[in-house]
Nanobody, 124 residues
């Protein structure tokens, strides 16, 4: 069993930055691929970014490419999402997810564990 706890969300003006963190429990964290997803009010949960178990492979949604960076620190059982040049359309609840396969994936259904989410609000 893996527990995921997100932090770092908040209110920021357009053009600003935030860094989300996801702390994971469990000794097998380093073998999991990790992902970030988001869900805005009235919309479906959507893929944001994913990173392979050793961090060698990262994949981003087109909407965040060049602005967001996913990274991980296996020694700390943590994964991060650095968000720069934020836009109002980035407003959503952001979720951290773990996939027991170490291979990256874009679909939410391919992830086995989820955090509770952290709210990110970008004002115009």
């Amino acid at each position: 069993q893996v527990q995921l706890v997100e932090s770092g969300g908040g209110l920021v003006q357009a053009g600003g930055s935030l860094r989300l963190s996801c702390a994971a429990s469990g000794r097998t964290f380093s073998s999991y691929a990790m992902g970030w997803f988001r869900q805005a009010p009235g919309k479906e949960r959507e893929f944001v970014a994913t990173i392979s178990w050793r961090g060698g492979t990262t994949v981003y949604a087109d909407s965040v490419k060049g602005r967001f960076t996913i990274s991980r620190d296996n020694a700390k059982n943590a994964v991060y999402l650095q968000m720069n040049s934020l836009k109002p359309e980035d407003t959503a609840v952001y979720y951290c997810a773990a996939r027991t396969s170490g291979i990256v994936a874009r679909r939410a259904m391919e992830y086995d564990y989820w955090g509770q989410g952290t709210q990110v609000t970008v004002s115009s």
